[in-house]
């Protein structure tokens, strides 16, 4: 299959290690120096052999014709991205964390919804860390629409890619997990496991996964003990929103945090607190 990437950060690359192998990938970022970079020397990540050949672009020098073009940016440039590809026929497969994005997606697009539970780092402009491995769960955005074939086609034995039907389901378990352990550990600049192992920030956990049950009618214990497990199984992970602090980046808290406040009719005070003094945190560091 012939595959464009929007974005050469750690997903973007992770993805173009492993699906370089079997398929034509053409990367396309924003920057001249990580456009020669991938085109002299490939990608190189820890969980693939050898430098993967790639093609690379300037995203802002037009699109070429496509099968598949995965959005693999933070939530914050989908609108810019989505404007570079307005003229896309291929399907358009969206990576980001929280559920904002969604809202953006425009009808004509034929999108597949991703959701990633690889862990990874991003090195350099061609270097990509895997961390923790795992799945990517792809389900289409439209009712009706499948895809499944193509969705067939990039999985690899130790880079599951994985078809399934329902989007809302998949994005929203991954939300719950984004929503308690995302801010509390960029907060308290703790690893995932201190969701478990601290006191507090394990009452605070408790009650921000109560406010999120509440807003989509999900069963609370179960959940709770669903974030739980991802707490332990990830305990050693900075959290992706813990790294942007510490980086001094703009976080995804508006997409995920914000995303539950937007959609909630009640008051979710924890979610409140938490958005505010992420941003709080945000500008202390710019
Ligand atoms: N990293 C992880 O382990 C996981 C990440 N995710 C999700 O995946 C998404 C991507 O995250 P991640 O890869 O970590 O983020 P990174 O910050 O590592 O990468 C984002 C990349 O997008 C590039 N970019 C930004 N705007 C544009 C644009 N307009 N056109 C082309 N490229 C652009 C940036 O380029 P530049 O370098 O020039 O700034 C950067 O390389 C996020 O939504 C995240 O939540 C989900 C699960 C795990
Ligand atoms: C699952 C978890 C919390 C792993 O760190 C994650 O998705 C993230 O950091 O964004």
Redesign the pocket.
């Known amino acids: 299959m012939d595959i464009a990437i929007v974005g050469g950060g750690a997903i973007g690359l992770l993805t173009g290690a492993h699906l370089g192998r079997d398929h034509t990938v053409h990367m396309y970022v924003r920057r001249e120096e990580q456009v020669e970079q991938l085109k002299q020397e490939g990608i190189s990540c820890s969980s693939v052999e050898g430098a993967v050949p790639v093609h690379s672009h300037l995203v802002t020098e037009g699109f070429l014709s496509h099968d598949l073009v995965i959005i693999a940016v933070k939530q914050d440039q989908v609108p810019s991205v989505l404007q570079e590809i307005r003229n896309t026929n291929s399907s358009v497969l969206f990576l980001q964390?929280g559920m904002a994005h969604l809202e953006l997606i425009p009808d004509y697009l034929n999108a597949l919804i991703g959701v990633v539970?690889h862990?990874a780092l991003k090195i350099d402009d061609r270097t990509v860390e895997h961390l923790g491995k795992g799945t990517i769960q792809v389900a289409p955005f439209k009712k009706g629409a499948t895809g499944q074939s193509l969705v067939d086609e990039l999985y690899q034995e130790d880079f599951p890619v994985l078809y399934r039907k329902d989007y809302q389901k998949l994005m929203v378990a991954?939300l719950v997990?984004?929503t308690v352990?995302?801010p509390l550990t960029a907060l308290f600049e703790v690893r995932?496991k201190q969701i478990n192992d601290n006191p507090s920030i394990q009452r605070l956990a408790y009650t921000l996964c109560e406010e999120v049950c509440s807003v989509f009618s999900l069963p609370h214990e179960e959940e709770w003990e669903r974030v739980r497990l991802?707490a332990e199984r990830?305990g050693e992970?900075e959290?992706?929103?813990f790294k942007d602090i510490k980086a001094g980046r703009k976080t995804e808290i508006d997409a995920i945090s914000g995303y539950v406040l937007r959609k909630s009719n009640r008051d979710v005070p924890y979610h409140q607190f938490v958005v505010d003094a992420i941003h709080a945190k945000e500008r202390r560091g710019s």
Request: no cysteine; glycine share 6%.
């Open positions: 964390n539970d862990g991954k997990v984004n352990i995302n995932n991802v990830t992970n959290s992706s929103m």
